[in-house]
Structures are given as C-alpha cells and as structure tokens.
C-alpha cells in the first residue's frame, strides 16, 4: 500500500511517499494555497512537479495538510485537484495546523505553533484542536511569519531606513527597485511568498552589531 502525505504551506509543499516495505521518498513542489489558486493550478502543480519525481505513481491513499485548509470550501478544491490526478486513491484533507499538533504532541496535549509563510497557534487535546488562534493573513496580521518579517525589510527599504552599507547589501542580493517591489506586491499573483522571500535578509543580517536595531526594531 503506498501513502502519500503532504505538508504545504504558501511557499513550498513536501510530499512523502511511504509504502509498506516502509521505503519513503520526499519530493518538494511549489506551495500550495486554495486561498491563491484554483483546482486546475493545483492540479498542475502535483502533474508537473510532483508525478514527474514519484518513483511509485500508483498511490492508495493520500493525507494531505494545507494552508487555509481550515475553510471547508478551500478543502473542496484542494481534494478536487488531489482527486483528478489520484483516481480511485482515498483522500483526506485539512489543514496545516493539524499537521504541526499532530507531528509536535502525536496523542498527547499541548500547544502547537508554525512560523511559515503565515503564522498560527492553537491548544491540541490530544484528538483535536480544542483552541485555535489562526493567522489572519499576511495584510492584516500574521505577526512573526515569514512574510510579515519580509514585509517590515521592505518596508525599510523603501522608507531608506537602511543605512548605506545595508542598502548596498540589499541592492546586491536582489537587484529590484521601488518600482519593481511593488509590481510584484500589487499587481502580480502570491504576495504572500514574494514577502517572504526576503525575510531571508533579515536572517542574513541580524547578527551585524551595528545594524541589529535597525533590522529588529519594527519587528
């Protein structure tokens, strides 16, 4: 029997095959949200980054743990998608924050935390999630995420908070203007993950001594 699980965030998705030899294989596409994307781009994304790499395309049952899989409506597309590509496979889904109780505190009780492209927390009672404080999105919250952290960069950036060394750091890694940055936040599809992507300078430049502050302040 092969099982195959899913874990996606708005970033990236990490597939693992598992059959009863207990032979596992790990394959990482692109994120996936409903929230973002309809069924047809989902199911684009599983037949053009995730069958190519399946050693054993023949799968039995799919679990699969998702980014605004909270909404019932969002699960809809989600299986829809899952479901065209897996014919016959037995499919269950839901969403993230079950995978992050799930996988921290297995049957146990505790509280479960994920700081990804989004941010969320909540009570697990060992069966559940007896209490939920879900992230409210990259524009109206999700403090510490990924694309929260990437934002307040931006934000300096485009407000010249950096000093000059930081602003020369940030011009060489990434090559993009003002013009640019905001094409890509207002105008182009997963904000979100564009956010993000630069929380990595963040991470890159937190240690320098003289330019902590500055990084660390509005976060």
């Known amino acids: 029997m092969a099982i195959l699980l899913a874990d996606s965030g708005a970033t990236k998705c990490e597939w693992c095959l598992a059959d009863t030899r207990k032979r596992t294989q790990s394959i990482i596409t692109q994120g996936i949200s409903p929230y973002f994307q309809n069924a047809d ?52 889904v839901t969403h993230d924050l079950m995978a992050a109780a799930r996988g921290l505190c297995g049957h146990g009780k505790g509280m479960a935390c994920n700081l990804g492209t989004g941010s969320f927390a909540c009570y697990y009672d060992g069966r559940k999630i007896a209490k939920l404080s879900a992230g409210i999105g990259y524009v109206l919250g999700d403090e510490g995420s990924g694309a929260y952290l990437g934002k307040k960069v931006i934000q300096y950036y485009l407000y010249n908070t950096f000093d000059e060394e ?16 905001l094409e890509n936040v207002y105008k182009k599809p997963l904000a979100n993950r564009y956010l993000a992507s630069f929380a990595l300078f963040l991470a890159e430049n937190r240690r320098s001594e003289e330019h902590t502050s500055e990084l660390q302040s509005p976060i």
């Open 166 to 181: 930081l602003r020369y750091k940030f011009d060489l890694k990434y090559n993009i203007d003002r013009a640019g940055i």
């Open 41 to 92: 781009q989902i199911e684009s994304i599983i037949r053009n980054e995730l069958l190519p790499g399946l050693k054993k395309p023949k799968v039995d049952a799919v679990f699969y743990y998702g980014t605004g899989c909270a909404n019932p409506d969002n699960v809809k597309i989600v299986k829809k998608a899952i479901a065209n590509v897996f014919k016959g496979a037995s499919i269950q």
